[in-house]
């Protein structure tokens, strides 16, 4: 499963809490409780509930990683500093000057960072967002091709949810349509595709990229169940190669809802920041 860079998941868990982290430090430096009729959420002036509201809406823009959240995030930098200096010298003198100036400059610091030019290169070049790419899973299955001028059998040796390549030694023709026959487990997967582009001659393997094409809701659902299959293995997508032995006999019928999908995200997420670390 790709993964968005570690740096851009922990900004963005930053400013989704940083509402609550503002509120508790409110609470402190001016010793108010945080409910009740003297608490601090009785205090706050409609400005502080346009920042505070402002916090989680930056983060989706810096986790969905486009151009409007880079900017956003920057006008947004900007105007929390000036907003800090403004309550500093007009609206609560209880706050010290070290306390904005440590603040200014953690504000500064997260956005020298997005200045840098491999950070927010992602922000305006799409290709450049390597974990926006359908993950591809190298796994040899037997696959028969169908095209005009007959059956021919090969083997596929990767698959994501939008295409194959198979190590097809016949001449096929690139823009054509084939028919496939993939089999994985005793369940046969028909699909249509196109064959979008014929390896070179610096590749390890011969043959042809096909992407998958006006596929049947149950033919979606056979390769996504494959995908998910392939991906709860944890080996390293486009480079590990999967034996085909070790996909669940009945990865066909398995329960892959959404709450299984996001709870396996979350586990597979943590694990991953944990062994960056």
Known sequence: MKKRPLSIVI?????FLEPIGNLMQATFINDLPFFGEYGILSRLLWTDWVILGLFPVVAVGIYKVRKWGWYLFICFSA????????VYYFLNPNYYFETILFFILIITGISAFFFRKHVYAPYFNPRLRWWETAARYRVILDTTILTSDGAKECKVLDISDTGCFVNDNEELTEANHVWLRINCKEVEINCFGKVVRKSGPKEKYAGYGIMFQDMPKETKKKIRH???SLERLEYEDR?????????PKDFYERNYNLLNQTVFRIRSSLKHAFNFA
Do not use: G, H, Q, R
């Not at 900004?11 to 400013?15: G, K, L, P, S």
């Not at 105007?79 to 403004?86: A, D, G, H, R, V």
């Not at 190669?241 to 070790?246: G, H």
């Open 11 to 15: 900004i963005t868990i930053v400013y």
């Open 79 to 86: 105007m929390l500093i000036s907003y800090n200096l403004f």
């Open 226 to 228: 494959l995908i998910w």
């Open 239 to 247: 480079k590990d190669v999967i034996p085909a032995s070790e996909i």
